[in-house]
């Protein structure tokens, strides 16, 4: 098993490079075409059902900025997915290289504790966990948009930060029981 | 048939109304009425008509077992139920036949199912199957699916005076396990004054030893300890968690689809009734599902109701002015929905000055309720298909809450919730703005609920949402510190922030709260105005924050003073356009102002508050550094925030370097030196900036720049520099007046 590695490359002039993974392969695409319309930075989206990545195209990918794991809460499969595929990434890849997001979380019929493993998951390994509505056209903007301002940092491209300092700031804390604060 | 079924037709809304109908109203009952009537001549010939007589008359123990019959009348049956939703006497044949069991146990299940109204739900029919209910040969999954149908219909029963006149009988039903959860909810939507009693509260008490601390048995008691305080000493947790939770999703859906298509059918009638205590528009008041209920009564006759209570009630719909209110204030009955409150001018203000608890919290409960089910329980994973609709509902909770000035505590638990799944981009605007209404949380609980899904949405987010959260967080401190000011009580240090949040706090920890506050938006802004580069537009957003922060005491009384960070300081007195450097220097002006009245307080009043010697500390290195850097050319001075190495800054190059930041040549104020330099000397050929540093034309610059509007600098300036006449050279020297 090959481990993809963050800093095995050199990074390109003015691009920023994501890793888009999701097991259903119906969010990643029309996130990819919200994605690439950006215009200050190169944004080159990859796409993957899975980890590890196939062999052959291994010497002309370009370095991986930022890997988003895309889990879709409805399914058990998918979160499943995403956390076999978390053992090919380098560790280098968790100082900041890795966000996770999570759709359907609204959904009725999403029981609570997947939504529970996913943080869990997300705060162990010092992650940011973001939410996004994929069924709506604004929401799936307000997710590329969001992305954006991740990569943007993590590729190096935001003066005086760092992708380590970053994932201090935004990183997924596991919230106790809001259901029934202590409060007297 | 049908017809002999149809016993809260028209007539019976026709008597009812006669009382205080105006004669236009009349008139739109009378195009119901024929329209009624044009329905059932059609419905004549319909199968479904025979179908439901064929359930009506069939006989007790047919046999349902190759029975293609029954078979194929109940499929038609449930064809209509679920695409157009049954007419209320098809509901009323319907729930009878399935609640008698008149063909054994197996149909009844799959009959409730299909129970989807199209208008409303006679409360006869109700009633008749909660008797049923009594009988006792009904198994236990389909007795509780009876009343978690009861529970998803509620708010379409025409009536419920009938229902609350055998609120006993239901209430016998709590001893049965497997159905207790769900009468207690239907109890909780029926329960009124005179329901309480003592045996009722002995007997729940007795159930909660039995069951340990159940939320819904909680949610019932907290009820009655509202209406009867004296009955209940039970102590009850301010905050429970929200709602009964019998989410009864394939119903909801199948309800929601049945409203939306007929919506379109009947929006016309709508049209007619325009009036908000128009009775006749009860009837069709609930086709989309977050759609304000209309203010309706459930008293219908108001001279003959209540003979056992004394007094006599009147419902708000009979209201029509404020005078009005103001006479029956005292014996003012609630509507049945309490979500009609919101769209009526009038419930808010009764709303507004009531003093019994129980109007906000049925309020609450329902609208913690509508909340959690539409926007952290939506069957279809949150597709905003209704946004428009929703967009509605939450301003006109917005503007709820801002008539009230204060927000309501499910609306406050629900945001907990659904910040930690927000993308951020979802109604924003809207709850961003019941953000900012969230009532003091303390500071033990605040970094939990609020900052880390606040922090975690501020640093991933666009540079529009930052500005935003940070007004939002702005509206949230002003909110908090007008409460302050309104409730805070004079001889004592202690503040009951109660008025209807139930929170009760004191002093000392109001000022914790606000503390956190003001220093996570400090945290925020400091990196914030780092990532983006120092945009001027988020600055201008946190110097908006500042403003507020600085004049904690003087404004409102609140004895705090905080300081803005460095992190906030120094970007703000370095930015590239003047305005930011004009609000800062207002900012440390006001600043000055509080701490010298707190300190002239200290002196006074041995009582005062104790501002530390840190924050005076401080407070002086800022003055001195402004001072410096604007007045003095004093720039990277040794002991100063910003220091630099002297073999560096040579080696920049820069000439004098020290200068860089005085007001003639920082950044910002550049060009007003340049213009004021050709104003000075029309005539001069070369520019030299440094002239204007010498005394005179120094002291005409700055009324030049004071004359361009920055009173900010004006006022800072007057406050805090001395101007000092050196006598060799002729230039001015300033040095900061210190606070201590």
């Known amino acids: 098993m090959s481990l993809l590695k963050p800093f095995s490359k050199l990074p390109g002039i003015n691009s920023a490079n994501i890793l888009l993974v999701e097991f259903e392969e119906t969010f990643q695409q029309s996130l990819a075409d919200a994605l690439v319309e950006e215009t200050a930075v190169t944004v080159n989206v990859r796409l993957a059902k899975s980890l590890p990545l196939p062999k052959e195209n291994e010497e002309n990918r370009p370095r991986i900025d930022l890997v988003v794991f895309i889990i879709n809460l409805t399914t058990e499969l998918s979160f499943q997915s995403a956390e076999a595929s978390l053992k090919c990434l380098d560790s280098g890849f968790f100082l900041g290289k890795v966000c996770f997001m999570v759709t359907n979380a609204r959904n009725a019929s999403v029981p609570t504790e997947r939504l529970d493993s996913v943080r869990k998951l997300a705060a162990s390994l010092h992650c940011p966990l973001l939410f996004a509505e994929d069924q709506t056209p604004a929401g799936v903007t307000n997710a590329a948009e969001r992305l954006l301002t991740i990569l943007k940092v993590t590729a190096g491209l935001v003066p005086m930060t760092t992708a380590l300092y970053l994932s201090n700031l935004t990183r997924c804390t596991v919230p106790p029981d809001i259901d029934q604060p202590t409060f007297d | ?740």
């Not at chain 2, 299909?114 to 109700?126: F, H, R, S, W």
């Not at chain 2, 919290?361 to 597709?383: I, K, P, T, V």
């Not at chain 2, 961003?432 to 899904?453: D, W």
């Not at chain 2, 002239?600 to 500390?617: C, L």
Request: with cysteine.
């Open chain 2, 1 to 740: 048939m049908a017809a002999s079924f149809n016993r809260s037709g028209p007539s019976d809304l026709e008597t009812s109304s006669v009382n205080d109908q105006s004669v236009s109203s009349r008139s739109s009952n009378r195009s119901v009425r024929v329209a009624e009537k044009e329905r059932r001549k059609n419905e004549a010939e319909d199968p479904v008509v025979l179908a439901l007589k064929y359930f009506n008359d069939v006989e007790a123990g047919t046999p349902v077992n190759g029975n293609d019959e029954v078979e194929k009348q109940l499929v038609l049956v449930e064809k209509v139920g679920y695409s157009r939703g049954l007419s209320p006497d098809a509901i009323s044949v319907m729930l009878e036949f399935a609640m008698s069991l008149r063909m054994g146990t197996t149909l009844c299940p799959r009959v409730l199912k299909c129970l989807i109204p199209a208008t409303t739900v006679p409360q006869e029919a109700v009633v008749r199957a909660v008797v049923w209910l009594g009988v006792g040969k009904i198994p236990a999954t389909t007795q509780v699916l009876f009343v978690k149908w009861v529970l998803t219909v509620f708010d379409m029963i025409d009536e419920k005076d009938q229902l609350r006149a055998i609120y006993g009988f239901i209430f016998n039903f709590v001893t049965d396990e497997n159905l207790c959860p769900f009468i207690c909810h239907l109890l909780y939507l029926l329960t009124r004054k005179e329901s309480v009693r003592v045996f009722r509260v002995r007997k729940l008490l007795e159930l909660q030893s039995k069951l340990g601390r159940q939320p819904f048995l909680l949610h019932l008691l907290s009820l009655y300890k509202v209406f009867c305080p004296e009955l209940v000493t039970l102590s009850i947790p301010s905050r429970m968690r929200s709602g009964f939770k019998n989410h009864t999703s394939p119903w909801k859906s199948a309800l929601l689809f049945v409203q939306k298509r007929n919506g379109s059918q009947v929006s016309s009638n709508v049209s007619l009734a325009v009036t908000v205590k128009d009775k006749t528009s009860t009837r069709k008041r609930k086709h989309h599902h977050l759609e304000l209920p209309k203010l309706s009564s459930v008293v219908n006759k108001p001279a003959q109701t209540e003979t056992s209570s004394s007094r006599k009630l009147v419902p708000l719909t009979q209201l029509h002015s404020f005078a009005q209110l103001l006479e029956n204030m005292h014996r003012i009955e609630l509507p049945s929905q309490m979500g009609s409150l919101l769209g009526s001018s009038m419930a808010l203000h009764y709303l507004d000055c009531v003093q019994d608890e129980s109007a906000l919290l049925r309020l609450n409960f329902w609208l913690g309720y509508s909340l959690h089910e539409e926007f952290l329980f939506c069957s279809d994973g949150g597709a905003s298909q209704y946004s428009e609709e929703v967009l509605q509902f939450l301003n006109r909770l917005l503007s709820t809450q801002h008539f009230l000035q204060e927000g309501f505590s499910s609306s406050e638990a629900f945001l907990y919730k659904f910040l930690t799944v927000w993308d951020g981009a979802l109604y924003r605007p809207e709850i961003l703005g019941l953000l900012s209404n969230i009532p003091v949380i303390p500071s033990s609980q605040i970094g939990r609920l609020l900052f880390e899904p606040l922090m975690q949405l501020f640093f991933t987010s666009s540079l529009f949402f930052k500005c935003g959260l940070i007004e939002c967080l702005n509206n949230m401190l002003l909110k908090w510190l007008t409460w302050h000011s309104v409730y805070a009580l004079e001889d004592d240090l202690d503040i009951s922030l109660h008025s209807h949040t139930s929170i009760n706090m004191t002093l000392s920890g109001f000022k914790d709260s606000v503390m956190e506050l003001v220093l996570f938006v400090g945290r925020l802004a400091s990196v914030g105005l780092q990532l983006e580069g120092c945009h001027s537009v988020l600055l201008s957003f946190v110097l908006d924050f500042y403003e507020t922060a600085c004049d904690t005491f003087l404004k409102y009384g609140l004895p705090l003073v905080l300081l803005p960070p460095s992190g906030v300081f120094y970007p703000a007195l370095l930015a590239s356009d003047p305005v930011s450097v004009d609000r800062l220097a207002y900012i440390m002006y006001r600043y000055k102002a509080n701490l010298t009245s707190a300190k002239n307080q200290e002196k006074v009043t041995e009582q005062a508050f104790h501002i530390s010697r840190q924050t005076f500390r401080e407070f002086n290195s800022y003055i001195a550094v402004m001072a410096n850097y604007l007045w003095n050319s004093r720039v990277f001075h040794p002991g100063m925030g910003v220091q630099l190495e002297k073999e560096l800054l040579l080696k920049s190059n820069v000439p004098e370097y020290w200068t860089s930041f005085d007001l003639i040549h920082h950044p910002a104020f550049m060009s007003y030196a340049i213009d004021f330099h050709r104003k000075c000397w029309p005539g001069r050929k070369d520019m030299d900036l440094n002239s204007i540093k010498l005394s005179k034309p120094w002291g005409w610059y700055l009324e030049y720049l004071f004359t361009q509007g920055f009173d900010g600098l004006k006022l800072f300036f007057q406050g805090n520099v001395r101007q000092q006449k050196a006598q060799g050279d002729g230039q001015g020297d300033s040095t900061p007046t210190q606070a201590r």
